[in-house]
Every structure is written in C-alpha cells, then in structure tokens.
C-alpha cells in the first residue's frame, strides 16, 4: 500500500510518470487494451462517423494542449524528457534528443514531463538550474497556463471559422414557417408549406415571429388579411380569413408556427469579435458550471434518479462522443465544431482549478511561493502537505469518471 502511494505522491508531484515508470511496459496488457481502443474506435465510427469525428477532434485538442506546455517549457529554458500522448501502458516510443515521445493504450488525456515540478520532485543535481522550480514565477506562470490558454485559443479559432463560413446562430431577418399548418386552421386552407417565407400582413413587413405575432393579433377573428410569401423564389399575395385561437377565442389565429433564427454568415471582423465574446461567454457559464459538476450531491441525485437531468448529469468522452454524433447528424460539421469549441472552453477552465492535480493547483503553489519570497530569498512550499487534498479531488474525479460512464450506459445522451 505504501509502494502504491508513493507511486501516486510522486505522480503527482511530478505532474506525469516518472522516467522509470514510463520505461515498464507489459507488452501482452499493451497489446489487448490497445486492440481494445481500436475496437471501440472502429465501431464508433461505423455507427455514427460524426461521434468519431468529435472525439477525434478531442484527441487534437488534448495534443494541443500538451504541445502548449512542452513548447513553452522549452522555450523557458526548461528540462523535457518526455510527451506521451494517451494514458496507461506504453503502445511505443522513440527518443528525439532528450525527450521521450510516444503513444499510450488508453486515449484518456496526455502529459508532459518537464523536471522538478516542487520540491517531492527529485532530479539529477546537473539538471536543477533547467527545472521548472528555478525558473522565474512568469515563466511558471506561461508554462502552466500554456494548456488551458491552447484550449482557449481552440475555441476561438473554431467559434471565428464557424461563424465566417458556415454563420454563428442568431435572428436572420427572415420568418420561415416551421413544420405544417394546424389542421383546418386559414394557413392549411391557404397551402402553407414548411419553410415558405413571410413578407407580410397587410402592410406590415414581417421579420420575427414576435412581429407575426403582433399583426395577426391585431385584428379580429373572421377578418380577412393580405398575407405576402415567398415560396421556391416566386413571391404569392393571397388574402385568407382569420380564425378564432382555440386557446382565446376572442384573438385573431392564422394556425402555422414559424421561426427567424438560423446561420448567419458574418464577415470577417464580426467573426472575431462574437468569437472572442462567446469564448468570454462560455468561460463566465464553465465557472458555473464547476459547482454543478463537482456538487457530490448532485452527481449521487443524477444516478439514481430515473430520468437524468441533461443540464446536470456528469458525463465522459462517451456521453460527449454520443451528444456529439447527435449534433453531427442534425448540424453537420458547424454543429460539431461548435460542441467542440464549446468543451474546448469548459476542459480549459476546469483544468485552472486552484487544486493538485490539475495545471491550476501548480498555478496556486507558483502564486503562493510568490508572494511569500522576500528580499530575494526564494520560498519553497512543501507540496508533501498538499498530496491528502491532491487525493481527495482525485477520488472525486474517479467518482466523477465513473458515474458519468453508467449514465452514459444506461442514459444514452445520443
């Protein structure tokens, strides 16, 4: 037991596996989870291509992520000796000057090993001047942060692209019915089709639902109106007779329901503009969601509950893999890169959370080691002290991870 929690202590510490560690390997273990891995890829991507399309997009974005510490830390100055791409057993690896690449069995998340996180962190005495803890606090700071700046700038770059080519969603001027007429309502017997196009009512010029709404409504029912639409290009005129609403019948009703938003395609300038606010957005509802997602209460409800709350059920790659192949098949690939700049946010923000293990819990020591040297005498915190909470949010993520995967299961979010 206490082999196992040193292993852990110094993982921890170490912010990854350690040299001897990554060099174990069980070539047998290796070769079935991968086999495995391959499996479940493959039937993903037979099944819905649009789910294996966003989890490969994850696997980018998480490489991406560990290429924004590993490039950062080099150019500080700093020691790697490795950048694996997976967790668990080692698939393969080559060695590319001094740093250890490769590939791990399970496509669960990726590291960077840069030496000498903290002071539980032992290295070779010739390395110590290139270890992260002798470097400057805003070379800390850029190092660290470099993973959850990456996921932002994702997002941003996915939110612009999406919204200069394909649009962002918003109001476009323009009311298409939605769906078929009520039966026997004026709009059936007038021949209202899904997606026909309103221009008018009498003389007003109709844009939004609310607008339709309101002239409609301002007349009586069995008074007759002259309704403009566009329909294959050909713009109609044609008068029709109110009808009485079944809910009040004493308000005018035309029996079709409509809608204005869509994609609107912006230029350039404005694709930046929303992209940065809605990065700035998604950041602002992620913080929020933090206390939903990590609330014990909350994930305990969602499990036994016998109908999950969508906006409050913990989740993992398989349920973001199904909502993602759902959204693919209704949006296409806008819909995907939006879901993915989206999580791109969320993972970026709850990887800054003031805790070991996660970038924000380094963040918080480098802070603290900070503002408590003085007179240039350098202080060290002592980060054995930090590993039982450094536990405890681990277990919570283990709780977290395996929870979401029976929900998953038996709660298919596609």
Same mark, same amino acid.
């Given at each position: 037991m206490s082999s196992f929690y040193n292993k852990f202590r110094d993982e921890i510490a170490a912010g990854g596996a350690t040299d001897e560690q990554s060099r174990k390997n069980n070539s047998r273990f290796t070769a079935v989870t991968g086999l495995v891995v391959l499996g479940l890829l493959t039937w993903l991507g037979v099944s819905n291509p649009w789910s294996l399309a966003f989890v490969a997009g994850l696997i980018v974005s998480v490489f991406l992520h560990e290429f924004g510490h590993f490039y950062t830390a080099k150019r500080s100055g700093m020691k790697v000796t490795q950048f694996y791409m997976g967790m668990g057993p080692r698939i393969f690896s080559f060695q590319r000057g001094e740093v250890e690449c490769g590939l791990r069995a399970l496509p669960i998340g990726a590291f960077v090993r840069i030496v000498g996180m903290n002071n539980l962190d032992h290295c070779d005495p010739q390395d110590e001047p290139r270890t992260y803890r002798q470097q400057s606090y805003p070379k800390r700071m850029l190092v660290i942060t470099a993973g959850s700046l990456m996921h932002a700038l994702i997002a941003l770059?996915?939110?612009?692209?999406?919204? !200069?080519?394909?649009?962002?969603?918003? +109001?476009?001027?323009?009311? =298409?019915?939605?769906?078929?007429?009520?039966?026997?309502?004026? !709009?059936?017997?007038?021949?209202?089709? +899904?997606?026909?196009?309103? =221009?008018?009512?009498?003389?007003?010029?109709?844009?939004?639902r609310l607008g339709l709404i309101e002239a409609i409504t301002a007349h009586k029912p069995g008074e007759s109106v002259e309704l403009k639409y566009i329909r294959d290009g050909i713009v109609y005129t044609e008068q029709v007779v109110l009808g009485a609403n079944p809910a009040n019948a004493a308000a005018a009703f035309l029996g079709v329901a409509s809608d204005s938003y869509g994609y609107v395609r912006q230029d350039p300038i404005d694709a930046v503009r929303f992209g940065v606010l809605d990065v700035g957005q998604t950041a602002r509802d992620s913080v929020a969601g933090l206390f939903v997602v990590l609330n014990p209460k909350n994930i305990f409800s969602n499990v036994i509950a016998e109908q999950p709350d969508m906006m409050t059920r913990p989740t993992t790659v398989v349920g973001a893999s199904q909502f993602g192949g759902r959204i693919g098949r209704s949006e296409g690939l806008k819909g995907v890169l939006?879901?993915?700049?989206?999580?791109?946010?969320?993972v970026g923000v709850f990887n800054m959370l003031p805790l070991l293990p996660f970038d924000g819990g380094h963040v918080a020591i480098a802070t603290y080691e900070?503002?408590?040297?003085?007179?240039?005498?350098?202080?060290?915190?002592?980060?054995?002290?930090?590993?039982?909470?450094?536990?405890?949010?681990?277990?919570?993520?283990?709780?977290?991870?395996?929870?979401?995967?029976?929900?998953?299961i038996t709660s298919p979010l596609g």
């Amino acid at each position: 037991m206490s082999s196992f929690y040193n292993k852990f202590r110094d993982e921890i510490a170490a912010g990854g596996a350690t040299d001897e560690q990554s060099r174990k390997n069980n070539s047998r273990f290796t070769a079935v989870t991968g086999l495995v891995v391959l499996g479940l890829l493959t039937w993903l991507g037979v099944s819905n291509p649009w789910s294996l399309a966003f989890v490969a997009g994850l696997i980018v974005s998480v490489f991406l992520h560990e290429f924004g510490h590993f490039y950062t830390a080099k150019r500080s100055g700093m020691k790697v000796t490795q950048f694996y791409m997976g967790m668990g057993p080692r698939i393969f690896s080559f060695q590319r000057g001094e740093v250890e690449c490769g590939l791990r069995a399970l496509p669960i998340g990726a590291f960077v090993r840069i030496v000498g996180m903290n002071n539980l962190d032992h290295c070779d005495p010739q390395d110590e001047p290139r270890t992260y803890r002798q470097q400057s606090y805003p070379k800390r700071m850029l190092v660290i942060t470099a993973g959850s700046l990456m996921h932002a700038l994702i997002a941003l770059l996915l939110f612009v692209g999406v919204y !200069a080519s394909a649009g962002r969603f918003g +109001d476009t001027g323009k009311l =298409l019915v939605f769906g078929e007429p009520v039966a026997n309502s004026p !709009a059936e017997k007038l021949g209202l089709r +899904d997606g026909d196009q309103i =221009l008018s009512v009498d003389a007003t010029q109709i844009d939004h639902r609310l607008g339709l709404i309101e002239a409609i409504t301002a007349h009586k029912p069995g008074e007759s109106v002259e309704l403009k639409y566009i329909r294959d290009g050909i713009v109609y005129t044609e008068q029709v007779v109110l009808g009485a609403n079944p809910a009040n019948a004493a308000a005018a009703f035309l029996g079709v329901a409509s809608d204005s938003y869509g994609y609107v395609r912006q230029d350039p300038i404005d694709a930046v503009r929303f992209g940065v606010l809605d990065v700035g957005q998604t950041a602002r509802d992620s913080v929020a969601g933090l206390f939903v997602v990590l609330n014990p209460k909350n994930i305990f409800s969602n499990v036994i509950a016998e109908q999950p709350d969508m906006m409050t059920r913990p989740t993992t790659v398989v349920g973001a893999s199904q909502f993602g192949g759902r959204i693919g098949r209704s949006e296409g690939l806008k819909g995907v890169l939006m879901l993915l700049a989206s999580v791109n946010v969320f993972v970026g923000v709850f990887n800054m959370l003031p805790l070991l293990p996660f970038d924000g819990g380094h963040v918080a020591i480098a802070t603290y080691e900070r503002l408590r040297s003085r007179r240039g005498k350098v202080y060290r915190a002592d980060v054995g002290k930090m590993i039982p909470v450094a536990t405890t949010v681990v277990v919570l993520l283990v709780t977290l991870m395996f929870a979401g995967l029976y929900l998953d299961i038996t709660s298919p979010l596609g």
